[in-house]
T-cell receptor
Framework: KNQVEQSPQSLIILEGKNCTLQCNYTVSPFSNLRWYKQDTGRGPVSLTIMTFSENTKSNGRYTATLDADTKQSSLHITASQLSDSASYICVVSASRGGADGLTFGKGTHLIIQP | NAGVTQTPKFRVLKTGQSMTLLCAQDMNHEYMYWYRQDPGMGLRLIHYSVGEGTTAKGEVPDGYNVSRLKKQNFLLGLESAAPSQTSVYFC???????????FGQGTRLTVV
């Protein structure tokens, strides 16, 4: 069964600090991996997408990495801001031909304290 | 450009009542999805559609029905609501099978 595991479940850091969120997956065959940000009471919004051949991608202060060999990804947030407080969801797509080939992680709840 | 819009945003139902959640997208996307999100769990796929007039079951389809009569709309129906269906429901759309998903703002449903 395809699975996506995220760690930690929750994280509290001070404003201005950096942090790294982890995502391990067992989705096969792999197509791509996305990180989404979900603010409280809102729908998820895509931050980055990476395919098999990509090992790093940045979006402002967000940098995602992918190691397709170990099936691990990380999302690094630099110089955190209060607006970064949200849940971060790792989503992996399986290229098996079905439109339901998205496996969602449970998310990491990040709180930025002033 | 509104993206994906869900109606209503909040609803309280009594057990056994029925209701329909509406999802509308203005991006001309082919694929549309309904998910539910519960505390401590990831988003779970209820039903999806790969085009106008088509629907398919996802991971947790029991107790729900859907229809895609128009390309821009995807309806989620609860025929006889149960407390286990208390959840936050998200609609999403994608242009292609592996494209970025755009989500609505969610519908918080409580069944008492």
């Amino acid at each position: 069964k395809n699975q996506v595991e995220q760690s930690p479940q929750s994280l509290i850091i001070l404003e201005g600090k950096n942090c790294t969120l982890q995502c391990n997956y067992t989705v096969s065959p792999f197509s791509n991996l996305r990180w989404y940000k979900q603010d409280t009471g809102r729908g998820p919004v895509s931050l980055t997408i990476m395919t098999f051949s990509e090992n790093t991608k940045s979006n402002g202060r967000y940098t995602a990495t992918l190691d397709a060999d170990t099936k691990q990804s990380s999302l690094h947030i630099t110089a955190s801001q209060l607006s970064d407080s949200a849940s971060y969801i790792c989503v992996v797509s399986a290229s098996r031909g079905g439109a339901d080939g998205l496996t969602f992680g449970k998310g990491t709840h990040l709180i930025i304290q002033p | 450009n509104a993206g994906v819009t869900q109606t209503p945003k909040f609803r309280v139902l009594k057990t056994g009542q029925s209701m329909t959640l509406l999802c509308a997208q203005d991006m001309n996307h082919e694929y549309m999805y309904w998910y539910r999100q519960d505390p401590g769990m990831g988003l779970r796929l209820i039903h999806y559609s790969v085009g106008e007039g088509t629907t398919a079951k996802g991971e947790v389809p029991d107790g729900y029905n859907v229809s895609r009569l128009k390309k821009q709309n995807f309806l989620l129906g609860l025929e006889s609501a149960a407390p286990s269906q208390t959840s936050v429901y998200f609609c999403a759309s994608t242009q292609g099978m592996f494209s970025e998903a755009f989500f609505g703002q969610g519908t918080r449903l409580t069944v008492v």
